[in-house]
């Protein structure tokens, strides 16, 4: 592995915004290369001493002590399905520490190729039926490969396991807030990412439209505003995540806020990217909120709140 690789991880992370994303390109021990976005990379190290976890699911091959701070370390290869590590190929291997949904962990891989810039629309949607279809979200071709993105909230709702319901305090909070009719489009690369937050909202009574990156949600928002205004009426909010193929979420905003029948439109960008970093692009772009990734009870505050105060800016804006 190249030096320069893991050196520059830190400092190449500002793509975000102009529809571009740098993708950390790996291998799992066959022909095969796989990608994770830089953004969510801390860094990459050689695979430290591992202690066992009892009870532990196989992916999880144990936690390391990494800096000061105890990381659980997960083989990537077993948790999308594939060939489980042998301890031989462990201790040669490679951990790419990244930071997802607010917390730290370690990704076990065999080897680590190089950083590929690209732009997300030559990021297209992977295709269906392969063993590993279910834990990607994206593939792009790179140099003639075909390079597949994990999906990570997949591989989360696996291995480690996320709460998916609201608490009975927040929901008695959150209930009845939604008008009657009313509905969100939800809109995220990931199958798992998509359920969670439509069954956020189906707990607060709401409906929910989904698709499956930006420039779908945009088409249809479009087509809405077209020729069936009533839809657009009827809709209170858009969840977003940030990183999608073809259009990320950035752009997804910005398009909505340059057309003037959708401008007034309700934008919450829900991502697994962390940092301060979003906080000023959510005002860049002019989104209305920011949260991450994946906790119920803060999204459904932040939708509740979003019903309650948000202006009536269809009257304003057809």
Not at 33 to 61: H, Q, W, Y
Not at 85 to 107: H, K, L, W
Not at 190 to 199: E, K, L, T
Not at 267 to 277: A, E, K, M, N, T
Request: overall charge neutral; glycine content about 6%; hydrophobic content about 45%.
């Amino acid at each position: 592995m190249k030096k320069d690789v893991i050196s520059s991880v830190d400092s190449r992370t500002r793509l975000a915004g102009h529809n571009r994303l740098e993708l950390l390109v790996f291998g799992l021990g066959d022909d095969q290369l796989f990608g994770i976005n830089v953004f969510k990379v801390r860094e990459v190290i050689r695979c430290p001493k591992l202690t066992d976890v009892p009870k532990a699911t196989s992916a999880v091959r144990g936690i390391a002590d990494v800096r000061g701070h105890t990381i659980t370390i997960i083989d990537l290869s077993d948790a999308i399905g594939a060939a489980r590590m042998t301890p031989e190929a462990v201790a040669d291997s490679f951990v790419i520490i990244t930071e997802y949904n607010r917390a730290v962990q370690g990704f076990l891989v065999n080897s680590v190729d190089r950083i590929v810039n690209l732009s997300w629309k030559e990021v297209m949607p992977p295709p269906t039926g392969t063993n590993t279809s279910n834990f990607l979200t994206a593939v792009a071709r790179v140099d003639g490969s075909l390079v597949e993105i994990i999906d990570v909230e997949q591989i989360f709702s696996k291995v480690v396991g996320v709460k998916d319901d609201i608490s009975s305090d927040v929901l008695k909070e959150v209930q009845g807030i939604a008008s009657a009719g009313s509905f969100a489009l939800v809109v995220d690369d990931s199958q798992v990412a998509r359920s969670q937050v439509r069954n956020t909202l189906r707990q607060m009574g709401m409906d929910a439209v989904l698709a499956n990156n930006g420039k779908e949600a945009f088409d249809l928002l479009r087509r809405w505003a077209d020729s069936a205004p009533e839809q657009l009426n009827r809709l209170a909010l858009i969840v977003s995540d940030i990183e999608m193929p073809i259009m990320d979420g950035y752009a997804l905003t910005t398009q909505i806020r340059r057309d003037p029948r959708l401008k007034g439109l309700y934008v919450i960008l829900h991502s697994s990217l962390s940092g301060g970093f979003n906080e000023s692009m959510i005002k860049r772009v002019g989104a209305d909120q920011f949260i991450a990734k994946f906790h119920p009870d803060e999204l459904a505050r932040v939708i509740a709140d979003a019903l309650k105060n948000r202006p009536m800016h269809l009257a304003e804006s057809v």
